[in-house]
């Protein structure tokens, strides 16, 4: 059987999260990586493949997927048989992951897009306190969230933190995590991290991103 194929950029953080979710069920993917930068996602032939243009994509088989939440729930269902517990079959578990990731599409990464898309796209310079302050607000839900567990959705590890880390981790200069107001926030980080595969797969993408983020917005300020 083949391997299932990604198309993917280690700066996105939807792509970053598929790629977490495989590594925690042991699934080796094929890997295509797509320069976003230089908009090898929106080629005829992307396109037709996946008419959003988005990354990341997954071809499996016969089947195209789209959309990183529905990708990692996918690849738990059909390859994660002893990680059942990153999206758990209980009906009121799998309603509380699923909430946590139109949390993560809905809020936190929609509001890094709405901060980073223009700088990086179309010469923006706009980095303003209310961009900031409106990503800070995701912090205060994940921070209650948090509150009485280790992760977002009780004790054990789900789909939910990979997306929902993969996107914060790529936000955070900008959007500090203000160590007083989030404790809890920055301790469901840590124990992230103690992931033996999360540095690889995640923080170095994460600081990628960061890196032409802050190399952007300065050069579109030196205009």
């Known amino acids: 059987m083949s391997k299932p194929i990604l198309y993917y950029a280690t700066l996105s953080p939807p792509s970053r999260a598929v790629l977490l979710t495989a590594?925690?069920?042991g699934l080796k993917l094929e890997l295509r990586p797509i320069?976003?930068?230089?908009?090898?996602?929106?080629?005829p032939e992307f396109i037709k493949m996946n008419p959003q243009h988005t990354i990341p994509t997954l071809l499996d088989g016969d089947d195209t997927l789209i959309d990183s939440h529905a990708i990692c729930a996918y690849l738990v269902e059909k390859y994660g048989k002893d990680q059942q517990q990153l999206y758990p079959k209980d009906l009121v578990k799998r309603a509380n992951v699923d909430a946590r990731?139109?949390?993560d599409s809905g809020h936190l990464f929609a509001r890094l897009r709405f901060l980073y898309e223009p700088i990086l796209y179309y010469g923006s310079t706009d980095c303003s306190i209310d961009k900031i302050a409106y990503i800070q607000k995701c912090y205060e839900i994940l921070e209650n969230f948090l509150k009485d567990q280790p992760y977002l959705c009780g004790n054990e590890l789900t789909i939910a933190d990979f997306c929902c880390a993969a996107t914060v981790t790529s936000v955070n200069d900008a959007a500090p995590i203000d160590e007083f107001k989030f404790p809890k926030v920055l301790a469901w980080l840590k124990l992230l991290a103690q992931l033996p595969y999360y540095k690889e797969i995640n923080e170095t993408g994460a600081?990628?991103?960061?890196t032409i983020f802050k190399d952007k917005l300065a050069a579109n300020r030196g205009k």
């Open 23 to 25: 590594k925690a069920i």
């Open 101 to 103: 990731l139109h949390l």
């Open 35 to 43: 320069n976003l930068i230089k908009g090898e996602h929106l080629t």
């Open 207 to 210: 600081e990628e991103l960061k």
